[in-house]
C-alpha cells in the first residue's frame, strides 16, 4: 500500500511539474511571438508584456523566461534587436544609423545605439558597414 502510495505522489508531482512547465513554455512562446513582432516598440519591456500581453506577474515570467529560454528577457531583447539592426545594415546600405536605431526600438538616440551595438557586435556600426562592403568586393 505505501509503495502504491509513494507512486501516485511521485507521479501526481510529474504531472505537476510536467504542467508547470508546459504553462510556462506556452506565455514564454506567447512573449517572443509578441517580441518578435514589436520589437522596433520603444515601450516594449518585460512590465509592459506582463501587463498587456500575458496579464501575469512580470517578476515570475522574466525568471521563466530565463529558464526556458537560458539567458534573461532583457538580453533576448538586445540581441533581436541587434539582429535586425545587422540585418538593416546588410539589405540598405544607405540607412543612417539613427534610422536603424528607430527601426529596431532604440528610439533617436544613435550615440546609444552605436553603444549598444558595438558591445553587441565588437564593431561600431560604421566598422561593421566597412567589414560588408569589403566582404561585398
Known amino acids: 500500500r505505501e509503495s502504491l502510495e509513494d507512486l501516485i505522489v511521485r507521479s501526481l508531482l510529474r504531472l505537476r511539474k510536467e504542467g508547470g512547465a508546459a504553462r510556462s513554455n506556452d506565455f514564454v512562446q506567447q512573449m517572443l511571438a509578441y517580441m518578435n513582432t514589436h520589437y522596433a516598440d520603444e515601450a516594449l519591456s518585460l512590465q509592459y508584456i506582463a501587463d498587456n500581453v500575458v496579464y501575469m506577474n512580470a517578476d515570475y515570467i522574466g525568471r521563466e523566461f530565463s529558464r526556458v529560454m537560458g539567458k534573461k528577457f532583457s538580453a ?18 544607405g540607412l543612417h544609423s539613427y534610422e536603424v536605431a528607430e527601426q529596431v526600438g532604440l528610439g533617436n538616440n544613435p550615440h546609444y545605439f552605436s553603444q549598444l551595438f558595438r558591445k553587441y557586435t565588437g564593431l561600431t556600426p560604421t566598422e561593421y558597414r566597412s567589414r560588408l562592403e569589403n566582404e561585398r568586393s
Not at 534587436?81 to 545594415?89: I, S, V
Request: charged residues 35%.
Open 76 to 93: 533576448y531583447l538586445l540581441e533581436t534587436r541587434m539582429e535586425r539592426a545587422k540585418l538593416l545594415m546588410t539589405t540598405d546600405a
